[in-house]
């Protein structure tokens, strides 16, 4: 649906009376989305006016892009229409925090990095890995868990409750503030990963965890690839003490956590496999620093894709992904998780055709395995040609729940799967 001159003054005046002096701007460009840019940008100051906004764009029949700290917003497919960006930014308080009870409540625009700040000061952190200028909401919203799901397990894991606004204007509660209260743990479930198309995070309950003792990262070089995923799939099944493990290039990567006997350990053990090979440590602080620097391409790929397989095949399916790319004449590089089942890949340099044929030809080996591919960054261009998310066996679900939930499709029309 679209809206015309008339709707949209009687928006923007709507708009003026819901929110505060100076939160409601004509967009400037800077929230953009795959080279649509909206006609406003909405910054609500309190859960009830980013309600109040959402109703008012349901009642216009606008279209609203939620927008955090905007760190994936090359995710999902071109929108439909985008009329409102509705910056989360000013929801950034932290509402409650019982160190003892290891919760916390926080608004959904804190940062991640403001929040392991305030968590480390006891002692504490959130295993959940992004960007550090993503917000907790956005990060919730897109569900991806960071390396360290291989030791912590998803995000949707340490939500305890939240707070959620729907389109019309009301804002519902699930879940609870301690670990032993789950109750609506399932709709705070089916809002993670859900890239705000049914509502918008405002508040959110996590459980934390204890900082490790001691942590490391040690880096080993092997012959290629394969060898070091190899490597790695056999150092995980030695039970050590690893928070994450990935493979870049020929190098495996571990990151050691835990007691400091238990990371001495490991890290002898590391090294006695390593049977010689070149071997570079990082300590916590540089170590920590090169993890988050997973998180975020400075490079800027033209094309990033996430293949999600069964760990057992992901070695294969990483040898899939090379012969692609050199068949089609593509330079690649790769980050795999094969104790997850997740591999990255970043390509540049070539045209949308050849980018449009390595997305089929990769997806279709990552659902032979029984996994999937989705197009993490792409240009416009060859969104246009696909969607970013593939086939899903749950597409008539998720439809069902997009017409429960949002009957206009006001939050971020086509842009997830099934364009919904």
């Known amino acids: 649906m679209s809206t015309n001159t008339l709707s949209i003054t009687g928006l923007e005046d709507a708009l003026k009376g819901i929110l505060e002096e100076g939160g409601l701007l004509v967009e400037d460009g800077s929230h953009v989305v795959d080279g649509v840019k909206p006609r406003f940008t909405a910054t609500p100051s309190a859960a009830a006016e980013l309600a109040a906004v959402l109703a008012c ?194 190098r495996a990567v571990y990151w050691l956590s835990g007691a400091a006997s238990a990371v001495e350990r490991t890290r002898r053990e590391l090294n006695e496999a390593a049977d010689g090979n070149k071997i570079e440590r990082k300590d916590a602080e540089a170590g920590e620093q090169f993890w988050d620097a997973l998180a975020v391409s400075d490079d800027a790929p033209e094309l990033e894709v996430r293949a999600s397989v069964p760990p057992s095949k992901a070695t294969d399916a990483l040898r899939q992904l090379e012969v692609f790319s050199q068949d089609l004449s593509l330079g690649i590089g790769t980050v795999a998780y094969p104790t997850i089942g997740i591999l990255i890949a970043r390509l540049s340099d070539s045209d949308v055709n050849a980018y449009a044929n390595f997305i089929e030809q990769a997806r279709q080996a990552a659902v032979d395995t029984g996994g999937s591919l989705v197009v993490t960054r792409a240009s416009a261009d060859l969104k246009a040609r696909l969607d970013v998310w593939g086939e899903s066996s749950a597409l008539s679900l998720m439809r069902s729940l997009k017409e429960e939930f949002d009957p206009r499709s006001v939050l971020n029309p086509g842009r997830y799967v099934g364009s919904i």
């Open 57 to 250: 764009g349901n009642e216009h029949g606008a279209a609203i892009i939620p927008w955090g700290a905007g760190s994936s917003m090359l995710l999902g497919n071109v929108p439909e229409r985008y009329d409102i960006a509705l910056s989360t930014t000013r929801l950034d308080r932290v509402l409650e925090y019982e160190p003892a009870d290891l919760t916390v409540t926080v608004e959904a625009g804190l940062t991640l990095a403001k929040l392991q700040a305030l968590l480390n000061e006891q002692g504490q952190f959130l295993p959940i890995g992004g960007p550090p200028q993503a917000t907790v909401g956005g990060l919730l919203a897109v569900g991806h868990g960071g390396p360290s799901q291989h030791a912590y397990g998803r995000p949707r894991d340490w939500l305890l409750g939240c707070r959620i606004a729907l389109v019309d204007g009301t804002v519902v509660h699930t879940g609870g503030r301690v670990v032993k209260n789950v109750a609506g743990y399932d709709l705070s479930r089916m809002m993670v990963g859900s890239l705000g198309t049914l509502g918008v995070f405002v508040e959110v309950t996590l459980k934390v965890a204890p900082l490790p003792a001691r942590e490391e990262t040690l880096l080993i070089t092997h012959a290629d690839m394969i060898e070091a995923c190899d490597a790695v799939r056999a150092a995980a099944k030695r039970g050590l003490a690893l928070r994450a493990t990935c493979v870049i290039e020929n």
